[in-house]
């Protein structure tokens, strides 16, 4: 994850691996090529953020509002033939001391990831952050990254809640928490066991911690977030 500021943050969206395909008008087994004659896709591929987030509610032209303003930028932005050539070698990389260890992916590689990722230049500088128990409040984390500010890029290696709980006060959480509700795009389409039941699976950016979802199910550590399809 890349978090490249200026005077007010840029978040620089991740790149997407997605483990089936998507489409929107019709019921299929995660391939649409699956069968069909020279079909080259191999899963899980690189995908569009479209597949995953709903990159027109970002653009503010939903019904839904963000409650929090969020700038934001497509990680092919860094590799751009525009970007300035230091911006990766630059960057600073944020790792996090004392924090919970992240969870170990069974069917992964020597990477850690199902598909590695194609490798960083070495970094001008790396910052360890002290959290302890892997939370933080904003205004800790805005000063322990003070020093850094002018930095053309920040690299946090993860931002899973083991690695960083971010905490906002409560106003500010539940704007937050609310901002992010509607974010998840949906994964079209499954064959419904019955003629007009739901065929769609939605995303949830909020799936690793307790909330209640934009359908108003409510998800808590003794019941956590499933995929299903919805509403």
């Known amino acids: 994850m890349f978090a490249a500021f200026d005077h007010s943050g840029t978040l620089v969206l991740p790149r997407l691996l997605c483990g089936l395909e998507t489409v929107t008008?019709?019921?299929h087994?995660?391939?649409?090529?699956?069968?069909?004659?020279?079909?080259?896709?191999?899963?899980?591929?690189?995908?569009?953020?479209?597949?995953?987030?709903?990159?027109?509610?970002?653009?503010?032209?939903?019904p839904q509002k963000l409650q929090v303003p969020l700038r934001y930028a497509e990680h092919s932005l860094l590799l751009h033939r525009h970007a300035?050539?230091?911006t990766l070698s630059a960057r600073v990389d944020v790792s996090l001391d004392d924090a919970a260890p992240a969870a170990v992916c069974g069917h992964c590689?020597?990477?850690?990831?199902?598909?590695?990722?194609?490798?960083?230049?070495p970094a001008a500088r790396r910052v360890t952050i002290a959290v302890a128990g892997g939370a933080t409040t904003e205004a800790a984390l805005?000063?322990?990254?003070?020093?850094?500010?002018?930095?053309?890029?920040?690299?946090?290696?993860?931002?899973?809640?083991?690695?960083?709980?971010?905490?906002?006060?409560?106003?500010?959480?539940?704007?937050?928490?609310?901002?992010?509700k509607p974010l998840g795009g949906g994964w079209c389409c499954i064959t419904p066991p019955k003629p007009g039941a739901p065929m769609h699976f939605w995303y949830d950016a909020l799936f690793d911690q307790p909330h209640t979802d934009r359908w108003g199910k409510k998800w808590t550590a003794e019941n956590p977030w499933k995929p299903y399809p919805g509403p």
């Open 25 to 27: 008008n019709f019921a």
């Open 29 to 62: 087994s995660g391939v649409r090529c699956a069968g069909s004659k020279g079909c080259r896709m191999e899963l899980p591929y690189w995908c569009p953020a479209d597949h995953v987030l709903r990159m027109h509610y970002l653009a503010g032209v939903m």
């Open 84 to 86: 300035p050539p230091t």
């Open 109 to 121: 590689g020597d990477s850690g990831y199902v598909r590695p990722r194609p490798p960083l230049p």
């Open 142 to 180: 805005v000063e322990a990254l003070r020093p850094h500010a002018a930095a053309p890029l920040l690299h946090f290696a993860a931002l899973r809640p083991a690695e960083l709980q971010l905490r906002f006060p409560p106003p500010k959480q539940r704007a937050f928490e609310e901002s992010l």
